[in-house]
Nanobody
Framework: QVQLVESGGDLIQTGGSLRLSCAASGRTFISTYSMGWFRQPPGKEREFVAFINWNGGSTDYVDAVKGRFTISRDSAKNTVYLQMNSLKPEDTAVYYC???????????????????WGQGTQVTVSS
């Protein structure tokens, strides 16, 4: 069982930056998992934001955040990060991290690929 805990969400003004963290709790080591970030805007369905494969060699982003968001992982700290810059009001959402056992890059944009999810952290960008 993998337990994931997100943190770093906040209320921030347009153009600001935040760094979200996703830490695996207990004795879970996520170094062999591909990790993803998803978000759910108010009144909308959950959507893919970014993923990083198990060894950090591959990343991918939804077009709306390319050039502004960066996903990274620190295996020593058992943590995955999402650095978010130049935030816009449309980035307002609950952000979730997730862990997947698959190494198939083509599937990592799909929420159904992920085996474990965190509880989410709220990001609100004011205009």
């Amino acid at each position: 069982q993998v337990q994931l805990v997100e943190s770093g969400g906040d209320l921030i003004q347009t153009g600001g930056s935040l760094r979200l963290s996703c830490a695996a709790s207990g004795r879970t080591f996520i170094s062999t998992y591909s990790m993803g970030w998803f978000r759910q805007p108010p009144g909308k369905e959950r959507e893919f934001v970014a993923f990083i494969n198990w060894n950090g060699g591959s990343t991918d982003y939804v077009d709306a955040v390319k050039g502004r968001f960066t996903i990274s992982r620190d295996s020593a700290k058992n943590t995955v990060y999402l650095q978010m810059n130049s935030l816009k009001p449309e980035d307002t959402a609950v952000y979730y991290c997730a862990a997947s056992k698959t190494g198939a890059l083509l599937r990592l944009r799909l929420s159904g690929t992920y085996d474990y999810w965190g509880q989410g952290t709220q990001v609100t960008v004011s205009s």
